[in-house]
């Protein structure tokens, strides 16, 4: 049984390295399907039918016909008219589709993102506008204590309970400031990111909405 799965596997590697090793890579042209035959001539069997974008592995040539193999190892033989050494059009288009989905899924995130960033900043704000009134009221009070009170020592607890609020009221605001400053900046770097997604977005959606150029199937 080991010996078995061994020859397989080993089967299995040499045909993937022989389709690797052979000197050009060629596709099915922007056909549906084009016929696989035993030989180089209409009137050998057909093997198989091709799709378009199928890629091959170029063996002989013979007038009109190349011999070609595909990546499972099958051989055989094609028009070589219908071959071609670039990937076909309706490959492109399809792959330029996925990448737009991704980039269309990738700038909706982005946009959530960014949502999110300016609800944040907006409370950010609002709590540094009423930690700013509150210490300039603390600060109101402190000058108000050293101005009108008469008995030092109540003035001096009320100063320094007074000048600790003021001190932990300024480090709160100098913190959500950084927060803020932080924020803002992350803001723009996301409408940076999303700004050049849409001109990719816009490129794509151009180049998918060409017309494509069908041609009948060849049976």
Known sequence: MKRFKYLV????F???FTFSALA?????SDMNEITLRSGPGAQYKIIALLRTGTQLATLTTS???T????SSGKQGWVLTRYLQKDLPAALKLAQLQQKFQRIAARNTRLANDNKSLQEKAGALETELATTRNTAEKLKSDYDTLRKD???FIALKTKYKSTAEALDQTKAKAEKIESEL???YNDKRIWWFLAGGGMLLLGYIFGYSTKPQRRKPSLR
């Open 9 to 12: 596997g080993a089967t299995a």
């Open 14 to 16: 040499l045909l993937v």
């Open 24 to 28: 050009d890579t060629v596709y099915v």
């Open 63 to 65: 007038d009109d016909w």
């Open 67 to 70: 011999q070609i193999q595909t």
């Open 149 to 151: 009170s008469t008995h």
């Open 181 to 183: 400053n932080m924020l």
